[in-house]
């Protein structure tokens, strides 16, 4: 191949390759940011994304994730009740930090929150760390934070905090549909659950082989 035809190829590949290592979330530094951005909530009018959720790994142990309610289409989601925000865990044994919540909308009492365990989220499978909430919807939060710590190994990095469910999520919210601006005294327009649209393994494989491709350019343009 010709060093004007694999220039053309390595900036042809770079973009794909881009777009698949980072369709699930964005990672930098020591944090990971993704969105829960589908739901079995009847949509529309109850459009997505819902929730954003930060992975933040504090050390190779030690990690804290928070959620936060997202406002589309006209309406708040709020979590609350049992799997609030519910992770899978890649770790064989961890601890539980503190669970802090908040809800920036009017007359709510968010908390008090409590370990839920593992549990089911209608649809998206189970999760290995639930983080149920009291009550209902008067309950309920537009922000729950908890920290863990691996007491089985260590994270490489924040993306590392993390791993697919056997239905292929990595995390999910029990959510309240809201309309804005969102009273407690009003009720909830809808409940459900909302997760993360998880990247098949085959999109994974070609991204990881794209990448490949495109350090082999790289090195034969170099030479």
Same mark, same amino acid.
């Given at each position: ?71 589309? !289409? ?25 669970? %802090? ?49 691996? %007491?089985? !190994? ?36 809808? %409940? ?16 990881? !082989? ?8 790289r090195r034969k343009l170099a030479a």
């Amino acid at each position: 191949m010709s060093r004007s035809n694999r220039k053309a190829l390595l900036a042809a590949l770079a973009p794909v390759a881009l777009a698949l290592s980072f369709g699930v979330g964005s990672a930098s530094a020591d944090t990971y940011d993704f969105t829960l951005n589908v739901s079995n909530l009847a949509s529309p009018p109850y459009t997505g994304p819902y929730v954003a959720v930060d992975v933040n790994r504090t050390s190779p142990t030690t990690a804290t994730i928070t959620f936060t309610s997202l406002t589309n !289409g006209g309406y708040i989601y709020l979590m609350g009740d049992g799997s609030s925000a519910a992770v899978n865990v890649n770790a064989t044994s961890w601890t539980l930090g503190a669970i %802090t919540g908040s809800n920036s909308q009017t007359g709510f009492t968010p908390g008090p929150y409590s370990n839920g365990g593992s549990g089911n989220a209608d649809g998206f499978g189970s999760f290995n760390q639930a983080i149920n909430s009291f009550d209902g919807f008067t309950h309920s939060s537009t922000q729950i934070s908890f920290g863990l710590t691996d %007491t089985s !190994g260590t994270w490489a990095s924040a993306a590392n905090v993390l791993t697919p469910n056997a239905a292929g999520n990595i995390a999910a919210a029990h959510i309240f549909a809201c309309a804005t601006a969102c009273n407690a005294a009003n009720g909830a327009a809808a %409940t459900g659950f909302a997760s993360v649209v998880p990247i098949p393994a085959a999109a994974w494989l070609f991204g990881s !082989g794209l990448i490949g491709l495109i350090g082999i350019a790289r090195r034969k343009l170099a030479a």
